[in-house]
């Protein structure tokens, strides 16, 4: 079984730079039974959220395990729905018990929209109480991270944010490790997109260091000193995701692969004011 290497937190906490995301996996069984493998392969973290309306599964996936609570790492993001400093204290509450936990490792503000600056003081509660081991926010371009970074009195943990070799976010890179924030990345596979896993360079430098596309990808985002949350519902591409601590990309490789990037999202642009309508109007009360 792989033992995947922590990072640390700009608070001391440790969490596993390689973890487990469970988005678009329906049903509650069919959740369970992925966290169940994930965690029999070797991931220790597990990337949830309100959203994804499988806290439940989850939880119960790590009671269920031979896995410890304490030694799994679980994060989830509060949903803008939720956001106002009693909602997301309230929600969260619902959290735990959808977890069966009386403690979250991470809490991420999931979008940057909303009074989201009270949610971000309802997570400072909570941690000061001991009921959240890390503060994060996702979806936080360099612009919005920065102005929290300054105002928030716990600085943010993580910025959870799209990142792949096809939008490496540079700019995301440089100003996290500027403030000391760690970068993470959802979509690590741009979510299949671009035929990524037949990409021939990474194809090409996989074969040479005896490893699939999917490993290079990976590896690549963790060279860059990124944490990733691969998503996989069968067993055998769990354990292939999580394959990738025995082996070093040359300098070489690193640049070739520097260079699939388009600067572009794959899926939305948060900049984008038509985006940002979508995402805003989702609530039904402002
Ligand atoms: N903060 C946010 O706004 C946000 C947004 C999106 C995602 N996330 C988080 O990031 C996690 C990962 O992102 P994601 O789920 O969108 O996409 P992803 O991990 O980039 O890609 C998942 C897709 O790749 C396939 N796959 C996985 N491993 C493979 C392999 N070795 N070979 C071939 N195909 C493979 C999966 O299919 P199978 O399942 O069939 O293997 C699935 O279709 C999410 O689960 C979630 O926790 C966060």
Not at 72 to 101: C, H, P, Q
Not at 176 to 204: C, M, Q, R
Request: net charge negative.
């Amino acid at each position: 079984m792989t033992n995947v290497p922590n990072v640390k937190l700009n608070n001391g906490v440790e969490m596993p730079a390689e973890g487990f995301g469970v988005y678009r996996i329906e049903g509650f069984d069919n959740c369970k039974q992925a966290v169940k493998d994930a965690l029999s392969v070797g991931y220790r973290a597990i990337d949830t959220a309100q959203q994804y309306n499988n806290e439940d599964a989850v939880g119960a996936a790590i009671e269920e395990s031979d896995v410890d609570r304490k030694d799994v790492f679980i994060t989830t993001k509060v949903w803008i729905t939720e956001f106002g400093y009693d909602k997301t204290r309230a929600s969260l509450e619902a959290s735990m018990k959808n977890l069966r936990t009386d403690y979250i490792d991470l809490v991420l503000l999931h979008q940057p929209f909303g009074d989201s600056y009270d949610s971000y003081r309802a997570l400072e509660s909570l941690y000061d109480e001991g009921k959240i081991r890390a503060i994060g926010i996702s979806n936080y371009n360099s612009d919005r991270y920065i102005d929290i970074q300054h105002f928030a009195r716990i600085k943010p943990a993580v910025d959870q944010m799209e990142t792949h070799v096809f939008f490496q976010q540079n700019e995301m890179q440089e100003y996290t490790k500027k403030y000391g924030t760690k970068l993470e990345s959802w979509g690590p596979f741009a979510n299949g997109k671009h035929d990524i896993f037949n990409n021939p360079v990474l194809n090409e430098i996989g074969e040479k260091h005896g490893k699939t596309a999917s490993q290079v990808a990976l590896r690549f985002l963790v060279q860059k000193d990124i944490i990733i949350i691969p998503k996989s519902t069968s067993i055998e591409r769990m354990r292939e995701n999580i394959d990738i601590w025995d082996f070093e990309l040359t300098a070489d490789d690193m640049r070739s692969i520097e260079a699939l990037d388009t600067n572009e999202s794959s899926f939305m642009d948060l900049h984008d004011p038509k985006i940002v309508e979508w995402i805003v109007n989702s609530v039904p009360e402002k």
